[in-house]
């Protein structure tokens, strides 16, 4: 896919947000914990990219791919001190950064029309995901929801929907 | 038991995910060989993992940190084994991820426990990863309704698939 049609693919920025979602499924959250976690997750983020924006010239090249993981690194070990959450959440975190930033792609891209809205739609999917385990799990005793089986078919509305709305947009 | 469920179908969806990117759809019996030595590189990265984590730092690090110690451990060591071996960042996270839940989560067990629970968790991911892969092969073949197609459908399959694996369980 050429670079121009990849910026405006909506496909692609979606299948990117919905993977996001997959490695924290190991941490089933309540609600307000997922709340706090996609606000960590949105503004790590957003504050990653800018970190590296200003940076990234004080970095060799080589070094650039082991900056990002001991930043990564960082940002898990005072999260899991200060706040308790099991690292898993940083497996999102790379996935959405490290690619964009060792490739430089970041670089090319324009913030508010790519990077702001892929993080708010991660950091609201995850909200999403934790509201409605626990109102499935907690208030309708449907434990299915609380297990991988619940959370796919979740997954898969959210990208119904979103694909369902997709010639709306193009008109 | 839930967790590991949850890490073997979630990191399992995003390998066969990738892989299908990169080499096109599964077709046919003998493309099985490619997941197999995947999972086996898995196997032994994380027995790796496991086996320095025991016997180096569980010697130097006290007990109330060795938790906090394994995070950073994890992810450098799991970074480190991929850049020789040249695997894709997915990869890198299913291992991190398998060292951290089987360090963390089974604290109490012995080695020769946490060595077989990490072959489990390896056997699980590449079970999951080719039932997925053989079955989106098929799915391109398949009349299914144009909103479901590509990732709803894929996601569907996934959770038919989890539920499966969550029945031979109970």
Redo the contacts between chains.
């Keep these: 896919m050429k670079q121009s049609e990849e910026k405006t693919d909506p496909a692609s920025f979606l299948t990117k947000v919905v993977l996001v979602a997959l490695p924290l499924l190991a941490a089933r959250l309540h609600f307000q914990e997922a709340c706090f976690l996609g606000l960590v997750l949105c503004l790590s983020f957003w504050g990653s990219l800018l970190f590296f924006y200003f940076t990234e010239r004080l970095f060799p090249k080589p070094a650039l791919a082991w900056a990002v993981l001991a930043w990564i690194l960082a940002l898990g070990e005072i999260s899991w001190y200060a706040w308790g959450f099991k690292p898993f959440w940083v497996a999102s975190l790379t996935l959405l950064l490290y690619d964009e930033i060792v490739t430089g792609k970041y670089l090319e891209r324009e913030f508010f029309k790519t990077y702001f809205w892929e993080g708010l739609y991660a950091g609201t999917l995850v909200v999403f995901l934790g509201a409605f385990q626990e109102v499935s799990t907690y208030h309708w005793f449907l434990q299915a929801f609380s297990q991988p089986t619940g959370i796919f078919l979740l997954l898969a509305l959210a990208v119904l929907i979103w694909q369902s709305q997709m010639p709306a947009r193009e008109s | 038991m839930?967790?590991a469920?949850?890490?073997i179908?979630?990191?399992g969806?995003?390998l066969a995910?990738e892989k299908s990117e990169e080499t096109g759809p599964y077709s046919g019996r003998g493309d099985a060989k490619p997941f197999l030595i995947e999972g086996l590189h898995l196997l032994w990265q994380a027995l790796l993992l496991i086996l320095v984590y025991e016997f180096a730092l569980m010697r130097w690090v006290p007990s109330e940190y060795q938790n906090?110690t394994a995070?950073?451990f994890f992810?450098?060591s799991a970074?480190l084994l991929n850049r020789v071996l040249k695997k894709s960042?997915?990869f890198?996270?299913c291992v991190?991820?398998m060292g951290?839940?089987v360090v963390?989560n089974c604290a109490e067990f012995s080695l020769w426990q946490r060595l077989q629970k990490a072959g489990g968790f390896a056997a699980g991911i590449v079970f999951f990863e080719i039932l997925l892969a053989g079955l989106k092969d098929k799915l391109l073949f398949c009349p299914v309704p144009r909103?479901?197609k590509?990732?709803?459908?894929l996601?569907?399959t996934?959770?038919?698939l989890?539920?499966a694996l969550?029945g031979l369980f109970v």
Excluded: H, K, M, N
């Excluded at chain 2, 590509?150 to 459908?153: A, M, R, T, V, Y």
């Design positions: 839930q967790d469920l949850f890490l179908s979630g990191f969806f995003l995910y906090e995070f950073p992810l450098s970074y960042t997915s890198f996270l991190f991820g951290v839940f963390i909103p479901l590509g990732l709803p459908i996601f569907v996934a959770a038919l989890a539920l969550r």
